[in-house]
Protein backbone atom coordinates (compact mmCIF):
# COMPACT_ATOMS: atom_id res chain seq x y z
CA UNK A 1 0.00 0.00 0.00
CA UNK A 2 3.37 2.32 0.58
CA UNK A 3 4.34 1.84 -2.47
CA UNK A 4 1.32 2.25 -4.51
CA UNK A 5 0.75 5.46 -2.47
CA UNK A 6 4.56 6.55 -3.24
CA UNK A 7 4.11 5.67 -7.34
CA UNK A 8 0.55 7.81 -7.26
CA UNK A 9 2.72 10.32 -5.91
CA UNK A 10 5.22 10.19 -8.04
CA UNK A 11 2.66 10.13 -11.41
CA UNK A 12 1.63 13.59 -9.92
CA UNK A 13 4.67 15.18 -10.06
CA UNK A 14 5.88 13.74 -13.09
CA UNK A 15 2.63 15.05 -14.79
CA UNK A 16 3.75 17.38 -17.46
CA UNK A 17 1.57 20.74 -18.82
CA UNK A 18 1.19 19.39 -22.33
CA UNK A 19 -1.45 21.00 -25.10
CA UNK A 20 -0.89 19.74 -28.86
CA UNK A 21 -2.98 19.53 -32.24
CA UNK A 22 -3.19 16.28 -34.42
CA UNK A 23 -4.66 16.85 -37.74
CA UNK A 24 -4.95 15.40 -41.26
CA UNK A 25 -5.53 17.54 -44.05
CA UNK A 26 -5.94 17.54 -47.57
CA UNK A 27 -3.04 19.83 -49.26
CA UNK A 28 -4.20 21.08 -52.84
CA UNK A 29 -2.07 21.06 -55.88
CA UNK A 30 0.16 24.26 -56.31
CA UNK A 31 -1.13 24.79 -52.69
CA UNK A 32 0.86 26.01 -49.12
CA UNK A 33 -1.14 26.00 -46.03
CA UNK A 34 0.09 27.36 -42.51
CA UNK A 35 -0.47 26.37 -39.11
CA UNK A 36 0.20 28.39 -35.72
CA UNK A 37 0.80 27.18 -32.51
CA UNK A 38 1.36 30.25 -29.64
CA UNK A 39 4.24 28.81 -26.78
CA UNK A 40 3.74 30.48 -23.55
CA UNK A 41 6.70 29.69 -22.21
CA UNK A 42 10.56 29.82 -22.86
CA UNK A 43 13.01 27.11 -23.23
CA UNK A 44 8.97 25.11 -24.04
CA UNK A 45 9.73 21.58 -25.87
CA UNK A 46 8.05 21.60 -29.14
CA UNK A 47 7.44 18.22 -30.82
CA UNK A 48 6.69 18.69 -34.74
CA UNK A 49 5.53 15.30 -37.08
CA UNK A 50 4.07 14.91 -40.56
CA UNK A 51 3.79 12.01 -42.99
CA UNK A 52 2.21 12.34 -46.35
CA UNK A 53 -0.24 9.43 -46.18
CA UNK A 54 -1.36 9.68 -50.18
CA UNK A 55 -0.94 11.17 -53.02
CA UNK A 56 1.81 11.85 -56.01
CA UNK A 57 5.36 10.44 -54.80
CA UNK A 58 4.54 10.83 -50.81
CA UNK A 59 6.44 13.91 -50.60
CA UNK A 60 6.33 17.42 -49.31
CA UNK A 61 8.11 20.75 -48.85
CA UNK A 62 7.91 22.17 -45.09
CA UNK A 63 9.20 24.94 -42.96
CA UNK A 64 9.04 25.62 -39.06
CA UNK A 65 9.42 29.57 -38.54
CA UNK A 66 9.55 31.41 -35.46
CA UNK A 67 8.37 34.36 -33.97
CA UNK A 68 11.02 36.63 -35.27
CA UNK A 69 10.63 35.10 -38.48
CA UNK A 70 13.88 32.83 -38.24
CA UNK A 71 13.39 29.70 -40.00
CA UNK A 72 13.94 27.12 -37.54
CA UNK A 73 13.85 24.11 -39.60
CA UNK A 74 12.98 23.29 -43.47
CA UNK A 75 12.95 20.48 -46.08
CA UNK A 76 11.81 19.51 -49.22
CA UNK A 77 10.43 16.71 -50.79
CA UNK A 78 10.28 15.11 -47.58
CA UNK A 79 7.94 11.70 -46.84
CA UNK A 80 8.01 12.55 -43.03
CA UNK A 81 9.80 13.88 -40.12
CA UNK A 82 9.80 13.54 -36.32
CA UNK A 83 11.34 16.51 -34.83
CA UNK A 84 11.25 18.11 -30.99
CA UNK A 85 13.38 21.44 -30.57
CA UNK A 86 13.10 23.51 -28.10
CA UNK A 87 11.46 27.14 -27.95
CA UNK A 88 13.87 30.19 -27.05
CA UNK A 89 11.50 32.67 -27.74
CA UNK A 90 7.56 33.15 -26.35
CA UNK A 91 5.48 33.92 -29.48
CA UNK A 92 3.31 32.33 -32.11
CA UNK A 93 5.32 29.58 -34.23
CA UNK A 94 3.89 29.09 -37.79
CA UNK A 95 4.41 25.29 -38.86
CA UNK A 96 4.18 25.22 -43.56
CA UNK A 97 3.34 22.48 -45.73
CA UNK A 98 4.12 23.97 -49.41
CA UNK A 99 2.88 21.64 -52.26
CA UNK A 100 3.67 24.05 -55.27
CA UNK A 101 5.86 22.00 -56.97
CA UNK A 102 2.81 19.60 -57.95
CA UNK A 103 0.27 20.44 -60.51
CA UNK A 104 -2.28 18.01 -60.30
CA UNK A 105 -1.39 15.53 -57.33
CA UNK A 106 -3.15 16.93 -53.91
CA UNK A 107 -1.89 15.21 -50.95
CA UNK A 108 -2.92 13.77 -47.50
CA UNK A 109 -0.88 15.16 -44.66
CA UNK A 110 -1.14 13.69 -41.01
CA UNK A 111 0.64 15.78 -38.64
CA UNK A 112 0.76 16.84 -35.24
CA UNK A 113 2.26 19.63 -33.30
CA UNK A 114 2.60 19.75 -29.55
CA UNK A 115 4.04 21.86 -26.76
CA UNK A 116 5.23 20.26 -23.23
CA UNK A 117 5.86 22.62 -20.72
CA UNK A 118 7.69 19.95 -18.17
CA UNK A 119 6.88 21.20 -14.46
CA UNK A 120 8.92 18.66 -12.08
CA UNK A 121 8.75 19.19 -8.20
CA UNK A 122 10.78 18.06 -5.59
CA UNK A 123 9.26 14.44 -4.19
CA UNK A 124 8.19 14.81 -0.34
CA UNK A 125 10.29 12.36 1.75
CA UNK A 126 8.08 9.87 3.12
CA UNK A 127 7.85 7.73 6.53
CA UNK A 128 9.52 4.65 5.65
CA UNK A 129 10.76 5.33 2.32
CA UNK A 130 14.64 5.89 1.44
CA UNK A 131 16.11 7.91 -1.23
CA UNK A 132 17.30 5.13 -3.12
CA UNK A 133 14.06 3.40 -3.36
CA UNK A 134 12.22 7.09 -4.28
CA UNK A 135 15.35 7.32 -7.64
CA UNK A 136 14.84 3.55 -8.30
CA UNK A 137 10.83 4.46 -9.43
CA UNK A 138 11.19 7.54 -10.82
CA UNK A 139 14.29 5.88 -12.87
CA UNK A 140 11.60 3.23 -13.63
CA UNK A 141 8.99 6.19 -14.46
CA UNK A 142 11.34 7.79 -17.00
CA UNK A 143 12.00 4.25 -18.54
CA UNK A 144 8.08 3.50 -19.19
CA UNK A 145 7.99 7.12 -20.58
CA UNK A 146 10.67 6.61 -23.50
CA UNK A 147 9.09 3.56 -23.99
CA UNK A 148 5.92 4.91 -24.38
CA UNK A 149 7.28 7.53 -26.67
CA UNK A 150 8.79 4.81 -28.31
CA UNK A 151 5.41 2.84 -28.92
CA UNK A 152 3.55 5.73 -30.07
CA UNK A 153 6.23 6.57 -33.04
CA UNK A 154 6.44 3.07 -34.36
CA UNK A 155 2.51 3.27 -34.64
CA UNK A 156 2.42 6.58 -36.15
CA UNK A 157 5.50 4.62 -38.69
CA UNK A 158 3.00 1.38 -39.42
CA UNK A 159 -0.14 3.80 -39.63
CA UNK A 160 2.05 5.87 -42.25
CA UNK A 161 3.17 2.88 -44.51
CA UNK A 162 -0.45 0.89 -44.07
CA UNK A 163 -1.62 4.00 -45.89
CA UNK A 164 1.16 4.46 -48.48
CA UNK A 165 0.82 0.49 -49.50
CA UNK A 166 -3.24 1.04 -49.27
CA UNK A 167 -2.57 3.92 -51.94
CA UNK A 168 -0.35 2.12 -53.93
CA UNK A 169 -3.07 -0.84 -54.60
CA UNK A 170 -5.65 1.45 -55.55
CA UNK A 171 -3.36 3.69 -57.54
CA UNK A 172 -2.38 0.06 -59.52
CA UNK A 173 -6.10 -1.14 -59.69
CA UNK A 174 -6.86 1.89 -61.41
CA UNK A 175 -4.39 1.16 -63.80
CA UNK A 176 -4.64 -2.09 -64.48
CA UNK A 177 -9.01 -1.40 -64.79
CA UNK A 178 -7.79 1.59 -67.34
CA UNK A 179 -5.30 -0.59 -68.98
CA UNK A 180 -7.86 -3.47 -69.59
CA UNK A 181 -10.71 -0.73 -70.66
CA UNK A 182 -8.06 0.43 -73.42
CA UNK A 183 -7.27 -2.96 -74.07
CA UNK A 184 -10.91 -4.04 -74.62
CA UNK A 185 -11.93 -1.18 -77.00
CA UNK A 186 -8.16 -1.53 -78.99
CA UNK A 187 -9.82 -5.16 -79.60
CA UNK A 188 -12.96 -3.99 -80.33
CA UNK A 189 -12.05 -1.44 -82.83
CA UNK A 190 -9.39 -3.79 -84.93
CA UNK A 191 -12.09 -6.43 -84.98
CA UNK A 192 -14.57 -4.02 -86.36
CA UNK A 193 -11.47 -2.62 -89.21
CA UNK A 194 -11.00 -6.26 -89.93
CA UNK A 195 -14.44 -6.55 -90.37
CA UNK A 196 -14.75 -3.60 -92.97
CA UNK A 197 -11.62 -4.40 -94.46
CA UNK A 198 -13.08 -8.01 -95.41
CA UNK A 199 -16.37 -6.58 -96.74
CA UNK A 200 -14.36 -4.18 -98.77
CA UNK A 201 -12.16 -7.09 -100.00
CA UNK A 202 -15.33 -9.71 -101.07
CA UNK A 203 -16.97 -6.48 -102.76
CA UNK A 204 -13.70 -5.49 -104.67
CA UNK A 205 -13.56 -9.18 -106.04
CA UNK A 206 -17.32 -9.18 -107.00
CA UNK A 207 -17.36 -6.18 -109.00
CA UNK A 208 -14.21 -8.01 -110.24
CA UNK A 209 -16.30 -10.68 -111.84
CA UNK A 210 -19.01 -8.45 -112.91
Given at each position: ???F??L?S???F?T?Y ?6 T ?8 S?F???V??K ?9 V ?11 V ?6 T ?7 R?G?F?FT???V????F????E?STF??K?V ?10 R?Q ?5 G???E ?7 S??K ?6 TI ?7 R??E????S ?7 R?F??S ?5 M????A????F ?5 F ?6 Y?
Open positions: MRVLLSLLAFSAYGTALYKLGANEKCFTFEQGAKVAFYFAQSGGSFDVDYSVGPNEKIMDGSKEQDVANDGEYRCFNNMAEMDFEIAVENEQALPSKQTSPQTSVLEEILLSAQLSNRNQKYFTRNRNFTVRSTERINFVIEGVMVTMGLQVIVRFFQGARKGV
